[in-house]
């Protein structure tokens, strides 16, 4: 993207990494724990966990494995900063389908993010090699497969919702679809 997608302005004029945050609040999250250089974390936002990566430059699952050592619940809601048209009812839904699934991983069908992992040794385990063996596959869908995570059916209208902003183009027919 050319910058760090956390600091960009969200249409609710918090910066993204806040908005998702307060989406993560909102949808009951007993804990938030962020995945991010802590010197680079907005002050109003330290009285969450703040985690950086133990291997940095690892990507997503360095973030991932990092949060998840330091979880105190049994499963961990795993959502990024560049979803930022997902409702808190969306993640609220998928970890009530995760607490009816005992040790399942779940996920929206097509989607692989947002997800929900159980916090498992063995998760972890996995997550550590994957980082430490050279051309691991180092990916979420990766992990998902691991665990035989459950594909949540869902509403194909609702695909709007799962935006992934990852490109300057994204972010900027995110914008003008909001503001419609």
Known sequence: MGQDKA?????????????????????????????RDPATTPRHLHHHQVIADEQPHAGPLGGL??????????????????????????????????????????????????????????????????????NARRSIRSVLAYMQAQAIPFSHSSARYFINTNTPDEWQSFLQGYEA
């Open 65 to 134: 494995y990092s949060c998840l050592k330091a979880c105190q619940h049994t499963h961990a809601l795993v959502l990024p900063v560049d979803m930022p048209a997902l409702p808190p009812h969306f993640l609220s839904n998928l970890v009530h389908a995760a607490l009816q699934q005992v040790s399942q991983a779940v996920y929206y069908d097509s989607f692989e993010l947002p997800c929900v992992l159980p916090v498992k040794e063995h998760l972890l385990n996995y997550l550590h090699q994957a980082l430490h063996t050279e």
């Open 7 to 35: 600091t960009l302005q969200a249409p609710t004029h918090v910066d993204l990494l806040t908005h998702m945050v307060y989406q993560a609040e909102l949808a009951g999250a007993a804990e938030v724990i962020i995945s």
